[in-house]
């Protein structure tokens, strides 16, 4: 079965600092590996997908994920946080090991921006 | 942009009760989906549906639940009977042909389960 590991659940940074939201995986296959941001009382909102184009791909708001296979990782980053950036990030996981029409979701990272 | 919408955003139930969550996904989306998330956990595939019928569900997906597409907007989850453990949000989503795994998502509904 495929899965993915969040390996915080929170992280804190203070704005215009870099944000690191790490996460591995496990799959018998090529996965395709998504990141999703949740603020507080809205839906889940696709940040960028992953699937075997590019190993470093890039989303919105200026984020962006590294596939690292050798490291079974998928590290989701930004140079810079803004205050708007603090919700709840969950990394995602489908493919042929679950069917591609589910996703797995992990545990969610609670990102935390001080001014 | 078009978007999920789903309503209500929050429904208060008795146990033992019948509910029905709405869900329009986004309007050229064949695929659709249920996802819950009971408070502190992970979110939680319950059911896809394609072509009119229901192409993968989980374990949690048990005879109590069941969708259905009643006209062309519109995605039902319907629960029979609730229990107090069905209290979650409760998210719909769709995606285009060509990419199912490529979900967006609504903004939830929240089921209380008194």
């Known amino acids: 079965a495929q899965s993915v590991t969040q390996l915080d659940s929170h992280v804190s940074v203070s704005e215009g600092t870099p944000v690191l939201l790490r996460c591995n995986y496990s799959?018998?296959?090529?996965?395709?590996l998504f990141w999703y941001v949740q603020h507080p009382n809205k839906g889940l909102q696709l940040l960028l997908k992953?699937?075997?184009?590019?190993?470093l791909v890039k989303g919105i708001n200026g984020f962006e994920a590294e596939f690292k296979k050798s490291e079974t990782s998928f590290h989701l980053t930004k140079p810079s946080a803004h205050m708007s950036d603090a919700a709840e990030y969950f990394c995602?996981?489908?493919?042929?090991?679950?069917?591609?029409?589910?996703?797995?979701f992990g545990t969610g990272t609670r990102l935390l921006v001080s001014p | 942009e078009p978007e999920v919408t789903q309503t209500p955003s929050h429904q208060v139930t008795q146990m033992g009760q019948e509910v029905i969550l709405r869900c329009v996904p986004i309007?050229?989306?064949?695929?659709f989906y249920w996802y819950r998330q009971i408070l502190g956990q992970k979110v939680e595939f319950l059911v896809s549906?394609?072509?009119?019928?229901?192409?993968?569900k989980s374990e949690i997906f048990d005879d109590q639940f069941s969708v259905e597409r009643p006209d062309g907007s519109n995605f039902t989850l319907k629960i029979r009977s609730t229990k107090l453990e069905d209290s979650a949000m409760y998210f719909c989503?769709?995606?285009?042909?060509?990419?199912?795994?490529?979900?967006?998502f609504g903004p939830g509904t929240r089921l209380t389960v008194l």
């Open positions: 989503a769709s995606s285009p042909a060509g990419a199912p795994d490529t979900q967006y």
């Open positions: 799959s018998s296959y090529s996965p395709s």
């Open positions: 992953y699937t075997s184009a590019a190993t």
């Open positions: 995602v996981v489908s493919g042929r090991g679950t069917g591609f029409q589910k996703l797995v």
């Open positions: 309007s050229n989306h064949l695929y």
């Open positions: 549906f394609y072509n009119n019928e229901i192409s993968e």
